[in-house]
Nanobody
Framework: QVQLIESGGGLVQAGGSLTLSCAAS????????MAWFRQAPGKEREFVAV????????YYTDSVEGRFTISRDNTKATVLLQMNNLKPEDTAVYYC??????????????WGQGTQVAVSS
């Protein structure tokens, strides 16, 4: 059983930056693809970014491409989401997820509790 704990959320002005962190425990971290999702009020949870087991492949949803960077440190069992040039539409609860498969749908086996990101205009 894998436990995921996100941190790093907060309130930032448009154009600013935040780095989210997800710490994993209870499993072999390097066996899992890691992803970030987000859910804005009144909207469905959506895919943001995913990184493979070794960290050399990553994919992003179009709206964050070029602004967000996902990375991982297998020695620390941690995945990061560096978010630059934030926009009000990035406001959401951000969730970390883990699965053996690298995927962009919601069928991840493990989820964190989420961290709130709010971007003011």
């Amino acid at each position: 059983q894998v436990q995921l704990i996100e941190s790093g959320g907060g309130l930032v002005q448009a154009g600013g930056s935040l780095t989210l962190s997800c710490a994993a425990s209870g499993g072999t971290f390097s066996r899992y693809a890691m992803a970030w999702f987000r859910q804005a009020p009144g909207k469905e949870r959506e895919f943001v970014a995913v990184i493979n087991w070794t960290g050399d492949k990553s994919y992003y949803t179009d709206s964050v491409e070029g602004r967000f960077t996902i990375s991982r440190d297998n020695t620390k069992a941690t995945v990061l989401l560096q978010m630059n040039n934030l926009k009000p539409e990035d406001t959401a609860v951000y969730y970390c997820a883990a699965d053996f498969a690298m995927r962009a749908d919601l069928k991840y086996d493990y989820w964190g509790q989420g961290t709130q990101v709010a971007v003011s205009s």
